[in-house]
């Protein structure tokens, strides 16, 4: 009876022994300690010593307007010593259709990085790290930058439709009488809507002195006081304009002194 209630009592220490192995503890001294899982994988070196950089970027204007740069100045440090980020990659991106599409990809190796860009119309950016071999990617946080109509941008539309013919009554894309063109363009290119005929629309906009008058005017000419022809200032004399039936679009001197000059932008 003794043997057997010994054997007992081995194969319990034995089975005690084995559940505390498969938990990861041990029995000392009569008390329950818990050790290190056997099935725990340690960190491997590489990935613990992975630093997630701080991207900063900075813009010195965050309102422009259209055809104006942006410079976009990016720092990068390693927040665990404090030191510059001097290895990979900066791209600066935009977000399009909901997603972030890179511009330009620059190599760091100061700890900062310059962009200049020129947006086209109102974006939101950013300035991403790719990441190195002790870098993890991160990326700045996103910024507005709002484009505004200008001149220069009005201009740039009405020179895209130099050669469309004229035609009364319409209001393109592809053909145009005067009012139909100012119309089409500064709705296109400044979101203003005017309506289709000239003696209405030198009522629409800024009213501006034939000497103060800028690329990207309103130019209305005029019989006594009634519109009869609208027209866009180009700058230095000329302007473009659908001239008349059987012409094209086209840029040309301003002939007469009777009209009006209205800013629209």
Known sequence: MHERSSSRGRRMSVGTGTVALSLGLCLCAGQLVATP???????????????????????????????????????????????????????????????????????????????????????????YYGGSAGMKPASSKPVKITVRASGAKILAEARRHKGALYKFGAAGPKRFDCSGYTLYVYKKAAGKKLPHKANSQQHYGKSVSKGSKKAGDLLVFRSGSYGTHAAIYAGGGYMWAAPHTGARVQKQKIYGSNYVVRRMV
């Open 37 to 127: 899982a056997a099935s725990a994988a340690p960190l491997t070196a590489a990935a613990a010593s992975k630093v997630t950089p701080k991207v900063t970027a900075s813009y010195n204007k965050r309102t422009v307007s259209w055809g104006s740069k942006v410079r976009v100045t990016t720092k990068l440090m390693n927040p665990r010593t404090g030191k510059k980020v001097v290895h990979g990659w900066v791209r600066l991106q935009s977000k399009i259709n909901g997603r972030w599409k890179t511009w330009q990809n620059k190599h760091v190796t100061t700890g900062t990085v310059v962009f200049n860009t020129q947006p086209g119309k109102t974006v939101w950016f950013r300035t």
